[in-house]
């Protein structure tokens, strides 16, 4: 019987835990651990000097089960919803091959999780890491695995890599931090085939845009997304959603959607997302749900209710939340309607400068600055040609500056936009919602790496927050439900079978936290702080989390969908 550790193992059991970067180092007080031991068999320490992969043939009885790793003594909650119970858990070959008494476990790396929770690695829906996963510094994605993510699904709001194939092919090639699920992007794919202007595609363009629907699900796409606040996802009528979704559709594939409007007009754009779910025959997933702004305050509720009836109806809809009453996107589509930011900065500022579009363009913005309690619910996350106004609301900085904050954001928008924090949404509203069995939990984010910019703090605190916070401490609903929201949920979302739950059987996707100290400690004015009390995070097997610090190991792989591959054309 041969066994075997992965190379990342074999360096923590030997004190080197992989620091590919010093940004990302955890808080020493996150790392300190006291109560995990390390129990390594004396047969293993003479062996640690070797580098990589290790190969051991102790003598074992043969009853014992072999195992490359033992979860001993921890509180399993297996993602399904039902109640902690006491269980050892062992993975073998990226496969978790036990879960009960490990008593007959044969392991060659036993942790001691006695006090700790154990549960299935976050799936986080809604991620825009797509530029991140495949650069160096960022496709470790510890801001993620320090919050128990171990896989992320990209391609969201209509935004990302068009070639499904070759993007899984360059993760494939250097492996992340944690595994990869991609949409197609229907903003990415039209801007591809049209251009960015709001324009109509000629059926040829549309042939055009089906085919490369039909390449990215054969290559392994879940999915497809839309953005329809962003330019040039907006510009695409219901009828031409339609047609790409039945492309989804004939694979089994999910549409997943930031919906025209999460205003006052909420309740068309779910009933527009839900047409679409309809007319193409496949399940609808509303991205970041809520009513945003005041005026919309509770007609999320309402939404919510639609969605229930559509469900009764035998629909399969769904959605995700972060849990937060701030959202975060650009400047431009905070203030401005799709129609004036046609054509992007460059048409933008063209239409600034004429005298006979400048005078709408601002009131519009004007206007918007009301609504958003005069500027004050407006946050410049980054803005690089002035890094003063960064982490300063609107109003804050047309006071210091002396001039009307609609001048502040006219100049923001020619130096080529800000992204910024939108305080817009009610908490009453964020926990109804919360509450629901059909609402996922998702960061809307991307892997970063601590900076100078105030990013929203949902990329470093969102699993743990609604974990500790919102459901241990503010009792919205129970730590049961909540992992549920963030493991099976999410796969089932996706039609993912083979992760999201503790069994045997299913990839080694395991997160274990110590309830105590977990804390999402990112705020909005000091975001770029990393969650504490996550102890370890395994993807595929493999340690990317061990006591509280990142190994910087990368054994995430894209994820293929494997629906109904047959043709659709
Ligand atoms: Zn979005």
């Given amino acids: 019987m041969k066994h075997s550790l992965p190379a990342v193992a074999v360096s923590i059991l030997a004190g080197q835990v992989h620091q590919t970067y010093a940004e990302e180092s955890v808080s020493s007080k996150n790392a300190e651990s006291t109560s995990e031991a390390i129990q390594m068999k004396p047969q293993f320490c003479v062996l640690l000097i070797f580098p990589v992969c290790l190969i051991v043939t102790p003598s074992r009885t043969s009853r014992a089960q072999e195992a490359d790793i033992l979860l001993r003594g921890g509180t399993v909650i297996d993602g399904s919803g039902k109640a902690a119970s006491a269980a050892d858990i062992a993975i073998r070959d990226r496969i978790i091959v036990h879960v009960g008494n490990g008593k007959d476990v044969d392991a060659a790396w036993t942790i001691d999780c006695e006090g700790l929770v154990i549960c299935p690695g976050f799936i986080d829906l809604h991620n825009h890491s797509d530029r991140q996963i495949v650069q160096p510094k960022t496709r470790a994605a510890v801001n993620y695995v320090t919050q128990g993510c171990t896989t992320i699904v990209t391609g969201n709001c209509g935004s990302g890599p068009v070639d499904t194939g070759a993007y899984y092919e360059k993760i494939d090639l250097h492996g992340a931090g944690l595994n990869i699920a991609h949409l197609i992007p229907q903003g990415s794919l039209r801007e591809r085939v049209l251009g960015s202007g709001n324009v109509e595609p000629t059926e040829k363009q549309l042939e055009e845009m089906l085919e490369l629907s039909e390449t990215a699900m054969q290559d392994g796409a879940w999915g497809m997304s839309t953005g329809l606040i962003y330019v040039p996802s907006s510009y695409a009528p219901t009828a031409e959603l339609i047609a790409i979704a039945r492309i989804v559709s004939a694979h089994n594939g999910i549409y997943a959607s930031h919906i025209r409007g999460e205003g006052t007009v909420l309740l068309k754009s779910v009933d527009e997302a839900l047409t679409i779910g309809r007319e193409a025959q496949l399940p609808v997933h509303i991205s970041h749900f809520k009513s945003s702004g005041r005026d919309a305050w509770g007609l999320v509720r309402e939404a919510a209710r ?35 930011r046609a054509g992007g900065t460059k048409e933008l500022i063209e ?36 890094k003063k106004w960064v982490g300063r609301s ?9 001039r009307p904050a609609v001048e502040i954001a006219e100049e923001i928008m ?21 509450a629901i069995d059909w609402v996922a939990t998702a960061s809307d984010g991307r892997a970063y790496l601590p900076g100078s910019d105030r990013p929203h703090p949902r990329n470093y605190g969102t699993f743990p927050r609604k974990l500790a916070y919102y459901s241990v401490q503010e009792k919205v609903l129970t730590l049961e439900a909540a992992v549920r929201s963030m493991t099976s949920l999410p796969a089932s979302i996706l ?24 804390k999402d400690t990112a705020t909005f004015d000091n975001p770029h702080q990393y969650a504490t009390g ?3 995070v395994f993807v595929n097997g493999t340690p990317v989390v061990h006591n509280g610090k990142a190994t910087g190991a990368l054994p995430g792989k894209p994820l293929r969908f494997d629906g109904r591959r047959t043709s659709s054309r």
Avoid: C, W
């Avoid at 039609?495 to 977990?518: K, N, P, S, W, Y």
């Fill in 495 to 518: 039609r993912m079978t083979d992760r999201g739950l503790i069994q045997e059987g299913l990839a080694a996707d395991i997160t274990v936290f110590h309830m105590d100290d977990l």
């Fill in 306 to 340: 639609m969605i229930d009836t559509a469900r009764k109806s035998g629909h399969a809809v769904t959605a995700d939340q972060y849990p937060y009453i701030a959202s975060s996107t650009s400047l431009g589509a905070t203030l401005l309607p799709s129609s004036a």
């Fill in 351 to 386: 239409r600034l400068d004429n005298p006979d579009t400048r005078s709408r363009i601002r009131t519009m913005i004007s206007a918007a600055i009301v609504k958003r309690d005069n500027g004050r619910a407006v946050r410049i996350a980054r803005y690089n040609p002035n």
């Fill in 414 to 434: 020619r130096g080529g936009g800000a992204s910024v924090v939108n305080f817009s949404m009610s908490e009453d509203d964020v926990r109804h919602i919360m």
């Fill in 534 to 536: 996550i102890r370890h």
């Fill in 394 to 402: 609107l109003a804050d900085i047309a006071t210091s500056e002396d």
